[in-house]
Structures are given as C-alpha cells and as structure tokens.
Nanobody, 123 residues
C-alpha cells in the first residue's frame, strides 16, 4: 500500500507564496503520476497540478503561471510551489499518486491519497 505524507500549507496573504511537499513510500511504478487536487467547502475536488515520473507537468487553468509542480524521484517527493496566491486558492489540498500517467477517473486511477493540508489565503 502506497503511503503519501504531505507537509507545508498553512495561511498566507494574497500575493504571498507557500510550498507543499508530498513524500511517496511506494515504488516507482505506483507513482507514474503525482500531483494535487484541492477541495473548497461546498465544491467538488478539482485537479490543481500533476507531474509524471519523467517530469511532464499539467496545470489547471486557474493556477497556470502561478503554481509550479516538480518532483525529485531520488527523494520520492513531489513539490507544489504556489506563488501569487489568491483568496480563491483557499482549499484543502490533497496529494495523490497514480500508476497511470493521466488520471481520468479518481476512483479508478488514484491509488493513494495524502492526508490533506489546509491552505488559507486571506488578508
């Protein structure tokens, strides 16, 4: 069973930065893609960013140009650098790992979730 441990997050003012980390205890093939979803109160979980084992990244339109996802395969860790934060980025952020290079169905394609970390952006 793959275990994901998240760290980072917290509170920030608009325009500030935060960084999330996610350590994967599974093997390389359990995490062909890693990334983050987020869920705000009353809203569905949405994909924020994803990165494949080879380093190909995808982003939600709402975070393009502000967030950067990366991974260090030697450390089994993915990172989400969040810059120019906005109040609408406030949500619980969940790291995920998938044996697939693209997640199309959360129930089918995501093998593990992190514990979730709160990100709050307010002035």
């Amino acid at each position: 069973q793959v275990q994901l441990v998240e760290s980072g997050g917290g509170s920030a003012q608009p325009g500030e930065s935060l960084r999330l980390s996610c350590v994967n205890s599974g093997n390389r093939f359990s995490a062909n893609s890693m990334g983050w979803f987020r869920q705000a109160p009353g809203k569905q979980r949405e994909l924020v960013a994803a990165v494949t084992y080879g380093g190909s990244a995808t982003y939600a339109d709402s975070v393009k140009g502000r967030f950067t996802i990366s991974r260090d395969n030697d450390k089994h860790t993915a990172y989400l650098q969040m810059d120019s934060l906005k109040p609408e980025d406030t949500a619980v952020y969940y790291c995920y790992a998938s044996p697939y290079f693209e997640v199309k169905d959360l129930d089918r394609d995501v093998s593990s979730w992190g514990q979730g970390t709160q990100v709050t952006v307010s002035s």
